[in-house]
């Protein structure tokens, strides 16, 4: 009779949860699409895709959270099912009622052999993880927030309390070995998780950052500030249960904070907007999670196993592919806001044109006006490589 009534509610809970979810989602979504197609031309891709990735390493470093939070408790929990039950339980929360989210992952997790009152238990935990890492990262809008509501405390003054901040908090949870909310492991371990919290709503903030600059733009000088900034306005709405998802606090404090740089209508769009983003791209992560759940390739698993066996590698790896994504939008938009110069961008964008017209390593005499060969300066023979692309998209941002 109990496997019954807990195969009703797996059902239940299920797709027409999810289904109703996707509604509450189309009806937020809908509304809003004209205002976004009528300035669609206005969108920076470059930097509307760099906020989309930051979105998805927000998601997985909350899924890979959970999953760390439950492999002890079960020995069929891996990586893909915790991120694909976890991606699955997280899109009912768009429904009101916080509740439904919350039941679901403990019926979800139920066929991984996890009691519902350990999920419940590590829900909690969860939430505390959530609600100290986002805490942590909006210390990095003290300074925009006394800047903007409290102008009489000097900016270094604001740094200076962050600092100290931060260093409290870090001291807490080393020196307590075992946190009652936390699994039993080390302090060290248990600051990794802290860690890796941070490090995913830094990248929510960041993600928000580049969502409205891609629309809008915000000054880059306030770049940690504004993105500390997102993440408060992300813990307020955490915090407020009874709307779901924090639709209207989360909106509410971004508009109120981005009104003293912007307009109120520009501020309120911009909030819109980047709602409008992290929605698609948690979609994404879900039907992602989804393919990874699924698929039987054997190259996906050799990749699980060898992250599972080789984590600061993988950590490493995953550093390196975060700079290479920076340096490349830098560079981009420093391109596209005139802050590129002839040496070295202008000679080699002359020197790739020129190569694929025919005139290999041809360029202009950076000391006189004649044509000559790039060789009598510098060998990057990389530029031969180039110059086929730009047969498809011949244009400097290219380079």
Known sequence: MNNRIVNVLKYALGWPISLLAFIFIARIIIPQMPIFITNIHQINYVVLIDAFLAFLVYYFVRSYIWYILVQAYSDKVNFRNATYFWGVSELKRYIPGSIISFFGRAVLFSDLEIPKKVTGKLLITEAIILVIGAGAISLLALPFVTNYFIPQINLTLSWLIVLALFFIVLLIILKNKKLKFMPDKSSLENLFIFFLSSLGLLAFGIGNYFAITSFIGLPIQLFFQLSGFFVLSLLLGYLSILTPAGFGVREG???????????????????????????????????????????????????????????QLSILVFFALIYVLYISTASYLRFENFYAGRFDLGNMAQTVWNTSRGRIFQFTNPKGTSMISRLAFQADCLLIRLAPSYSIFPDPSTL
């Not at 501020?267 to 039987?296: Q, V």
Request: no cysteine.
């Open 253 to 311: 404090t971004v508009i109120f904070g981005l009104s003293k740089i912007l307009s109120v209508t520009a501020s309120a769009a911009a909030s819109i907007f980047s709602r409008i983003i992290l929605i698609i791209s948690e979609l994404f992560f879900i039907a992602l999670s989804l393919i990874l759940y699924k698929s039987k390739n054997k190259t996906l698993r050799h990749i699980e196993n060898f992250v599972s066996r080789n984590k």
